[in-house]
């Protein structure tokens, strides 16, 4: 019974009750869930009886066929304009602004899309009406893109597009008979998107992702539709033309799309990636997707198997949680599994799945179910997840089943290419901070130890062993260490060493670090000098920048090289529970004491490397699971500092040198001491060793014996003429002769190949050459023999003769610009060689 519309006079005498009209609440024809006649003027429709009746006017309201609002019959354009005013900020009083008569008022509203910009026209338009009956979320009429209306323009008589309109006339313009925005919403950046792409899913607004992000922002910001849509985000209202071809594609079955699914020849399955041991949140795109009760045992449901099995059959992969299916009592392996987990969010274009953890590593399969999950066909291969372990800076998990082969391998070692090796003892201290909760026992410290051990070992051939040892690792905890006593070397430059080093490679004229850098011109030149290499590494370490002193060092000249210092000023990183190592670790060598300074440094990069030999040393030992931790991160709070290691504490005693009147000497006292029987068997001793010093020899071809300088830089070949045989006759050796040739054997000398010269004018490998044109005028004229060369430089490699007589050939190693050498003819060569009775031109020692 409705009383609004009885008089007043009635409701006195019926006591307020009117029997004037009955009227039963009768469903629209349109919208089941919205009664006829509620809506008032001016409000949305989509059909006539949905608008009001007037009964004192009698005047039955109907649905605008341009603005698709309730209006009089009786209203021209421009009063249903004016009496139902639009504000362009806020699109929730737009009309459908249909540009052309949309009458339709019944399924598909074909005009809708066709005559119409106002794209919630006519799926979300009426109050309370929602989807109109008949009709789908995903049906055509509702699935509309907020877009540019290029097509609307061209059917009204326009033969341009938005941008070209826009660039010409701009978003206002007095000229056209349009209103630009209407048409060109994107362009002229309207609120229509905004208002229609926020809202809630239930009012068609797109379901944000789990960054809070809603697709048609990230389109508007550049990223295509189907990259996307990959992603796996609801992105029908600003793709809405991509979601209507995937109900096109053939064979397709409503719900998530599935790795055969493609537009364009692009793949639209998912491909995800995720941390082991995290939780993780899993969204499936589609098209007609089942949002009704989703906790439904029919479905939507999902599972996760190893990607080699058959979504249908497979049971969930092993060490999931958040996921649950299990097998029908009896049934047998090709039964399938029962999945009773339902999605947390389930709307017509989104599934979503939270609380999953993924306790394994792997490559696994997403099998998705839109509804009726019991039939094996409606379950589709949805996309693949892929489990790592967690490698982020700084930082290292302890691995679970399947993560083996994600960790990082070992980087390659060093490799020494050349011959330049050299016995070299250096100390390498570094402060390393390992957190997580591993605690400084004795057993952990040898394990650090071994893994820094391990990490930084390199083959050297000089010590033939890899190197450095467990040995040579010495791990202390920084928090017990007492820093009164500790002594570092200060870094300041040794001129004393630099020259020592320097006269090694015949520069006796340079006697410090600072002449050679003005005689060479520049630091880069002094500290790369391949002559100068042993010179530069002990005398001018503090201007190559070979160490790094204490922040509390201070240095003058003329001060010692070893200066004590108090505890460095070290800002520690990682957690409260972190423990402060220090690891000093002594190189032998220059190519171990490179490698580890190297391997240290790549510690502040990726201490992955490192981390994963310290687990396996932590097993090793005996460790239990509760003293591992789970995780552990390493940082590198100073160094590497580098400085001169101690001398060794054992030193071996040089043998003595015997001389002929030490031998008498000693023979005369072992004479009178022991008596005369072993006297005159030392006296023979000795005569015998005369006779055969002084014997005439079997003759002998010349030799040439080459020796090296200690650096290896400089050589010297030494003549030692033959002698004519002399016919000795040989006799039966006796008592003395097998005892003297048995204790001291005769040393054989080392014979040298003489040097092959090439053809006359090639500068290749055993050329002799002469010096020209250098800026050091002391090397002019010299001559020498090509080694090696050119190199990448274009440089060759020259044994220069700096010293040369009858006896004693002095040579030195340098290299030199092709333009400085000039190629001698092998006859120059030879006279030359034959005119030198001592010291000739070709010597800058012996005079020019």
Known sequence: ????????????W???????????????????????????????????????TDTRLNIKYVCHDFTKKCVNPAWNITEVYSRCPEDPADPSTWGAQCKLTCADQQVPYACAAARCVNEDFPCNWARGCGIPK????????????CNDHNEMLSSIGYDQTCSEIIGRFGCQSDTLAINIPEFCPVS??????????????????????????????????????????????????KCASEYVRMGSIRGRKPGAL??????????????????????????????????????????????????????STAALAFNITGLSCEQPPGADALGGYICTTPPTLATPFLHRWGGIQMNACGRFLLCHCNELCDIKSNWVRAGYLEIKPQLTYGSMSAPLPGCAAYLPTLPPKQVDTGNGEILQKMLITSYISIDGGLRPLPETLMAVAKSFASYTSVRSELLDADAPSEADVEVTDYDRVDFGDRRLQACVDDDAAFQAEAAKASLTSVT?????????????????????????IVGCRATCELCIPSSDTTTAAGTTAVVTTTEPEIVWPGASDAIHLVVAITARTNLVRDTVATQVEYIKTDPQPLLLVLYDELEAIGLSGAAIPGQMWAHVALGPLMVDAPPDTTTTEPPPTWTASSMIIVILVVSISAGGVLSCLCVGMYMYVQREKYASSVGTEDQEIVERSEGGYRTKRKVIPGTAPEPRKESKPGCLSKCYRRLCPKKQIRRIAPVMEESAGVLAVGARVRLMGLSQAHFNGLEGYVTGGPNDKGRYTVDVIVDDDEMCREMQTLSFKADNLLVLPPEHASNQAANLPGRGPSSYRGGA
């Open 188 to 237: 002229c950046k309207s609120p229509e998107c905004a208002y229609r792409c926020d809202r809630s899913w239930q009012e068609g607004g797109e379901v944000p992702n789990l960054q809070q992000q809603r697709c048609w922002t990230q389109i508007e910001g550049g990223l295509p539709c189907l990259d996307a849509i990959k992603l796996g985000q609801d992105c029908h209202c």
């Open 134 to 145: 008949g009709m789908l979320q995903t049906s055509l009429a509702c699935l509309r893109s």
């Open 258 to 311: 599935s790795i055969s699914d493609q537009l364009d020849g692009k793949d639209l399955s998912l491909n995800l990636e995720a941390i082991v041991g995290r939780t993780i949140t899993l969204d499936f795109t589609g098209e007609r997707m089942r949002s009704e009760e989703p906790a439904h045992a029919q479905g939507p449901r999902l599972k996760i198997i190893p990607d080699d099995q058959i979504c």
């Open 1 to 12: 019974l409705h009383f609004a519309s009885c008089p007043t006079m009635w409701r006195r």
């Open 512 to 536: 410090s670090c600072s002449e050679a850098l003005t005689f060479l011109g520049s630091k880069e030149q002094l500290c790369n000098d391949q002559t100068l290499e042993n010179a530069v």
């Open 14 to 52: 019926c006591l307020g009750f009117c029997l004037c009209r009955t009227v039963l609440a009768v469903p629209s024809t349109a919208c089941p869930d919205v009664e006829q006649g509620t809506l008032q003027a001016c409000e949305r429709c989509i059909h006539d009886d949905l608008c009001q």
